[in-house]
């Protein structure tokens, strides 16, 4: 397997609604020499459906599988969605030959057969893991001076556990991590772990919208004053409804939710254009005001 | 014990092999192990703000067979697959998979919201749930980002024929379970 090149899997709701995510993280594997390779003929990962066909769910995502095999990379993914829905699927059809005798039959059709020779990770991991928080750290020459933030991981890069096997779903890090290397300080909250509830926006919206209002109230209580997600779903709930979620309960929270691979690249130096900051339905001016202005002198 | 319960007029009927078909599911095999301390029901996001929603009342009513109640109830589709409940169950009960083979076989009778209809049929068009706008089509271009790949239709409904998702998203609709 190649070095620094990945499959890339973009799933759905990035293309759809979430581009600035994509943008973002393009640019800092530019920067960092991660090369992304457009996985051809790619599908849906199989996670909206599976509440009403697990068969068709996994076919799908063993399909998406066996096109990263073919190309000989490991899959990258910045959906916690599609990295949960690719991963389980994965793990359980290297696992249980039982059922990756009843997949690869559906698979046979189309001629393809899941072979087991590749591994699915979230960009954060590869900025986590492959890169690493050192080699991230020697690249920021704009940290940011005085200004906290509240992490969302979201469910899907942590739970179920036992089939991620990513971090402890209760108390993880590397997330922290991550932002902290930028210069921002990360802020506790009340109910951190809790869920945006986006896979439910569909049958009520009431549900994610309440949740998102609990968590919105949550973080500013707790006094930060940004929000970093890793995943277009979570960040869809906070930052494109933020201004429904202030009508329907008449509050105000304006509070800016960056993708992290933004944060990241602000403290890079890398300028607010190219990460598509103006995508962001809260403007992000407040936490731009705390970039530190010269360039950082490292020894 | 549950509010749904109460509110029931009809007879309960009580299908004695229904446990059993959930157990024979991929997924559903955890089932037999609840033992109803209702650690996932205090977890569950969900179940915070919505009163009725309650996963452990879910799971008894399973294991004793009460089927209809069980497949036709609104609540099974509020799940939102968050996982909490399955990491933090003494027992190891995979309660989103258990939930996740409930709502599959709900489907058998005929309960499909809407939204899956929708995200079924975009599926077999484009390959994925939603349709991708020209707007942001020329967006992307604009932010010279390569072009989306394009996804071989034929082999995607091939799947959907074989898993049988073909007919999961032909039956009747349901609205009311919006």
Redesign the interface.
């Known amino acids: 397997m190649t070095d620094n090149k990945y499959a890339f899997f973009?799933?759905?709701?990035i293309?759809?609604r979430e581009?600035a995510y994509?943008?973002s993280a393009?640019r800092i594997a530019k920067k960092l020499g991660i090369k992304l390779i457009?996985?051809?003929?790619?599908?849906?990962c199989g996670l909206?459906?599976?509440?009403?066909?697990?068969?068709?769910s996994i076919?799908?995502a063993a399909?998406n599988l066996c096109i990263a095999e073919d190309m000989g990379l490991n899959i990258i993914t910045l959906c916690n969605g599609c990295f949960a829905t690719l991963t389980k699927t994965n793990k359980q059809l290297k696992k249980d030959r039982e059922?990756r005798q009843r997949v690869n039959?559906?698979?046979a059709?189309?001629s393809l057969e899941f072979k087991g020779s590749i591994e699915v990770k979230h960009f954060i991991e590869i900025l986590a893991e492959d890169v690493g928080i050192e080699k991230l750290s020697e690249l920021v020459t704009k940290p940011f001076n005085d200004l906290k933030v509240a992490e969302h991981y979201g469910?899907?890069f942590l739970?179920?556990?036992?089939y991620l096997e990513t971090e402890n779903?209760?108390n993880p890090t590397v997330l922290t991590k991550l932002i902290e290397l930028t210069g921002a300080t990360v802020v506790d909250y009340l109910d951190e772990?809790?869920?945006c509830?986006?896979?439910?926006l569909?049958?009520?919206p009431n549900?994610p919208l309440?949740?998102a209002r609990d968590k919105l109230k949550n973080i500013k209580e707790a006094g930060a004053e940004a929000i970093i997600t890793i995943c277009p779903n979570c960040h869809m709930i906070y930052d494109l409804n933020q201004p429904r979620i202030e009508k329907t309960f008449s509050e105000t929270y304006g509070l800016p939710v960056l993708h992290y691979p933004q944060l990241l690249g602000l403290a890079m130096g890398i300028t607010p254009e190219e990460l598509?900051l103006d995508e962001l339905r809260v403007k992000a001016d407040k936490v731009l005001s705390r970039l530190v202005e010269e360039i950082k002198v490292k020894h | 014990m549950s509010n749904e319960v109460k509110t029931y007029r009809k007879p309960l009927r009580i299908d004695p092999e229904f446990k059993n078909l959930v157990l024979k599911m991929p997924g559903g095999e955890t089932l037999k192990i609840c033992f109803q301390c209702g650690t996932c029901t205090s977890s569950c996001p969900i179940a915070q703000i919505i009163d009725t929603y309650r996963p452990n009342q879910l799971m008894r009513l399973a294991q004793f067979g009460l089927k209809d109640k069980v497949l036709s109830s609104k609540t099974i589709w509020l799940c939102a697959a968050c996982a909490t409940c399955v990491d933090r169950c003494p027992q190891g009960v995979e309660m989103a998979s258990v939930l996740r083979v409930l709502k599959n076989l709900a489907v058998k009778e005929g309960c499909v919201p809407r939204v899956f209809k929708d995200f079924g049929s975009a599926i077999l068009k484009t390959g994925f749930v939603y349709n991708i706008p020209k707007t942001r089509t020329k967006k992307r271009e604009d932010a010279g980002l390569p072009p989306l790949s394009k996804t071989k239709i034929e082999d995607i409904k091939k799947l959907a024929e074989k898993t049988g998702f073909i007919d999961t998203i032909k039956g009747e609709e349901s609205d009311d379970r919006q």
């Open positions: 973009i799933g759905c709701l293309p759809y581009l994509e943008i393009r457009t996985m051809p003929d790619a599908n849906c909206p459906i599976d509440p009403v066909n697990h068969e068709m076919a799908l399909r059922l039959k559906y698979l059709d189309i469910c899907h739970r179920p556990h036992k779903p209760e772990s809790e869920c509830g986006g896979t439910v569909g049958i009520d549900i309440s949740l598509a």
